[in-house]
């Protein structure tokens, strides 16, 4: 009798630490979609699409698992429909919040790079050559282009950007700001550099990313487009979305 009481007691607790794992894996995966979007969000529609689409996709796999192992180990009826109502809560409030989740990564994106991205503005606005660059091709300040492919950065390339009075040195570091704040393109629409644009994320004919603004005017378009929305987030910072 002693021996089954003792076995009956390693099971139980073997069950109730089985449903903490549990409960912390469902805690784990429901706040998961929420910080890869506030992490994330801002680059949604470019490189990082499918990879915030593949999290959302195996936290809501893992949230449904998670969810029949609970049910299945709770025999309440009340906690049963519990479970499922939060289950099916947290989705709501994740589609429902999602644009305020997008703002938050915004200001995210900022706060983090903002040291960085205020001295590439500085560079920018210090640098008179050029109006517009992305991955592809320069535009100078007289509408020059220059094509840019990465096997082209040898010495010839270097002696084209000179050709156009373009240093080769300024080319290199506005390169690495773009690639270092994961920055499509930026072009700058005055002469005077007060707005300046740098282009996040394109795909069909949305496109999405920051402005730099000392003037509470909305720009026309931006790298790639006309403006649909824009709004100041702190600063001298404005987001925008736009069509391509």
């Known amino acids: ?39 994330w969000g801002w ?37 049963r429909l519990g479970i499922i109502g939060v289950s099916i809560g947290i989705i709501i409030v994740f589609v429902f919040s999602y644009d305020l989740q997008i703002t938050i990564s915004k200001e995210y994106y900022l706060w983090t790079r903002q040291e960085k991205l205020n001295a590439f503005v500085i560079e920018i606005q210090n640098y008179k050559k050029i109006s517009y660059m992305d991955g592809n091709r320069i535009v100078t300040n007289d509408n020059k282009n220059i094509k840019i492919k990465p096997e082209y950065e040898d010495e010839q390339f270097e002696e ?12 290199f570091t506005f390169r690495d700001y773009l690639e270092e704040l994961d920055i499509l393109s930026f072009c700058k629409y005055y002469k005077n550099d007060k707005q300046i644009c740098f282009l996040m994320n394109g795909f069909l004919d949305n496109s999405g990313g920051f402005i730099y603004s000392e003037i509470d005017e909305m720009p026309e378009s931006s790298c790639r487009g006309p403006l649909k929305v824009w709004y100041k987030i702190w600063g001298n910072w404005y987001a925008f979305a736009g069509w391509s």
């Open 1 to 39: 009798m002693i021996e089954n009481a003792n076995t009956n007691i390693v099971r139980k607790l073997l069950n109730q630490k089985s449903l903490t794992v549990i409960l912390i894996l469902y805690l784990f995966s429901a706040i998961m979609p929420f910080t890869v979007t506030v992490i």
């Open 43 to 79: 680059a949604f529609l470019s490189k990082m699409c499918l990879v915030n689409i593949l999290i959302y996709c195996v936290s809501l796999a893992f949230g449904i698992v998670l969810t029949l192992s609970l049910l299945s180990k709770i025999k309440n009826l009340t906690a």
């Open 160 to 171: 084209t950007l000179s050709l156009y009075g373009i240093e080769p040195a300024k080319y």
